[in-house]
């Protein structure tokens, strides 16, 4: 089965510092990886989604994300923290269902701290 | 606009009350899914839906039920059986159950124990 470890449950950034957010994936067969954002008290948006090809996967509001096969991660950046980058963050991995399915399995999740 | 609704936003369960919360989707997906969110634990999955009038279980059914009588709906009951029913619960519905697929969630709803 697959896991997803997110190192760090919080995180603290000036505003205008670089974001980066940990995510390492285990996982058998090639992943497809996400990232989500939730507000509080709100589902999770969609940031960004790897599935084939191009290894750095851009998001919206200016995150990225680059898969590195040898290192089994797929962290997440943004080079200048704006006050409404402050949420969680999800890291996610998709796997298969024994009988067809779609799992999204989760990290434990980040919680972003933007100071000014 | 396209989306997924859950209501309500807020649910307040009485010791040995069933409750059902709502999940409606207008985007034409096959899949739905129901999550649980516990603080500290990411979200895990309690049941999912490939296709109408078919369901499965996920990693923590035990206490849940569901139906999927129709494509854009796909509630969820907590019922007594579950002891600790106190966490966010959120939607979800994806095109189709293939992996690699876009999952899009809803707004959640708090569940809360008197």
């Known amino acids: 089965a697959q896991s997803v470890t997110q190192l760090g449950s919080h995180v603290s950034v000036s505003e205008g510092a670089l974001v980066l957010l940990r995510c390492n994936y285990s996982?058998?067969?090639?992943?497809?990886l996400f990232w989500y954002v939730q507000y509080p008290n709100q589902g999770l948006q969609l940031l960004l989604k790897?599935?084939?090809?191009?290894?750095l996967v851009k998001g919206i509001n200016g995150f990225e994300a680059e898969f590195k096969k040898s290192e089994t991660s797929f962290h997440l950046t943004k080079p200048s923290a704006h006050m409404s980058d402050a949420a969680e963050y999800f890291c996610a991995v998709s796997d298969g269902i024994t009988g067809g399915g779609n799992k999204l399995t989760f990290g434990t999740g980040t919680q972003l701290k933007v100071e000014l | 606009d396209g989306g997924i609704t859950q209501s309500p936003k807020y649910l307040f369960r009485k010791e040995g009350q069933n409750v059902t919360l709502s999940c409606e989707q207008n985007?034409?997906?096959?899949?739905m899914y129901w999550y649980r969110q516990d603080p500290g634990q990411g979200l895990r999955l309690i049941y999912y839906?490939?296709?109408?009038?078919?369901?499965q279980k996920g990693d923590i059914a035990e206490g849940y039920s569901v139906s999927r009588e129709k494509k854009e709906s796909f509630p969820l009951t907590v019922t007594s059986a579950q002891k600790n029913p106190t966490a966010f619960y959120l939607c979800?519905?994806?095109?189709?159950?293939?992996?690699?697929?876009?999952?899009?969630f809803g707004p959640g709803t708090r569940l809360l124990v008197l």
């Open positions: 979800a519905s994806s095109t189709r159950s293939g992996r690699g697929e876009t999952q899009y």
């Open positions: 839906s490939q296709i109408v009038n078919d369901f």
């Open positions: 985007l034409n997906h096959d899949a």
């Open positions: 996982s058998s067969v090639p992943p497809y």
């Open positions: 790897y599935t084939t090809g191009a290894t």
